[in-house]
């Protein structure tokens, strides 16, 4: 794919109050703008996993690292390569020196490794709200297949919470559902929830793929929670780490039919607004 800078190309758009237009750029990654702001959650642009993991992936990237450039923030869960992708950070960096690097203490080194300057990172250490412009955050723990968590840098893994231009999202990043993950989202009315759905087995583990909550989860979660709408992430970017989005969409149909979900095709750009 030709060079472009989606974010540009998202700025230049006359985003409404309460609303967003996200923007899904593959597996968890998701660009969301505001009135005047840009965030970026977990952009894996690269094919960093294949050369060091050997995690082929079974698409390409939909866009080139440096079409990120100019974004405001960029979102980091945690600290695995489909979602602190070094190469996408190292370009993003290079090209974007005012971008705000939000992670968990656990990826500072990572982050500093690949070129991003100290005060361009705010590390996150505790489930405190935040402020930066005019979007408010809090992160979550998230329990990818456990908690990892101590003292000094908070936890490993976490979710988002963020309100951006009068609108509530929530990104899972990588977790399963444990208890006190309702607490957390029931806090406030959640109208985004991005949520992995690949699920885990000992087979998957075993090879290394460590493992989140599966469709069924993600829809009942989707559903005690209350979410407005539901977007499902994380399905198909490594051929033995995978699920149908349509089990999802299909239970949910079934089981929750007034509940909002909805899936995101690749590259697909999309307008929510709460003035409806």
């Given at each position: ?32 703008q505001g009135k005047n702001e840009t965030i970026v959650i977990d952009p894996y642009l ?231």
């Amino acid at each position: 794919m030709s060079e472009q800078n989606i974010i540009k190309s998202l700025k230049q758009k006359a985003v409404i109050p309460n609303s967003v237009v996200l923007q899904f750029i593959g597996q968890s990654g998701m660009i969301v703008q505001g009135k005047n702001e840009t965030i970026v959650i977990d952009p894996y642009l690269s094919n960093y996993a294949e050369e060091y993991y050997g995690l082929v992936r079974s698409y390409q990237p939909l866009y080139k690292p440096i079409d990120l450039k100019g974004v405001d923030y960029y979102f980091i869960t945690h600290d695995h390569a489909d979602h602190l992708d070094p190469k996408t950070v190292q370009i993003c960096s290079k090209h974007s020196p005012n971008t705000i690097f939000i992670a968990p203490a656990y990826c500072y080194s990572l982050l500093i490794e690949n070129g991003v300057k100290e005060n361009n990172i705010k590390l996150i250490y505790s489930d405190n709200w935040e402020k930066l412009g005019e979007i408010q955050f809090r992160a979550i723990p998230s329990a990818h297949e456990t908690f990892e968590n101590n003292s000094e840098l908070g936890h490993r893994f976490v979710g988002y919470i963020c309100v951006l231009n009068g609108v509530t999202l929530y990104h899972a990043g990588d977790t399963i559902i444990y208890k006190g993950l309702l607490n957390y989202l029931k806090e406030q009315t959640v109208d985004i929830a991005m949520i992995p759905i690949n699920g885990r087995d000992y087979f998957r583990f075993a090879k290394g793929a460590v493992g989140n909550m599966n469709y069924k989860e993600a829809a009942e979660l989707a559903y005690h929670a209350s979410f407005n709408l539901t977007i499902p992430v994380h399905f198909d970017m490594f051929s033995d780490n995978t699920e149908r989005p349509g089990n999802f969409i299909d239970y949910m149909q079934e089981k929750y039919p007034r509940q909002k979900v909805h899936m995101m095709a690749r590259e697909e750009r999309m307008l929510y607004t709460n003035n409806i």
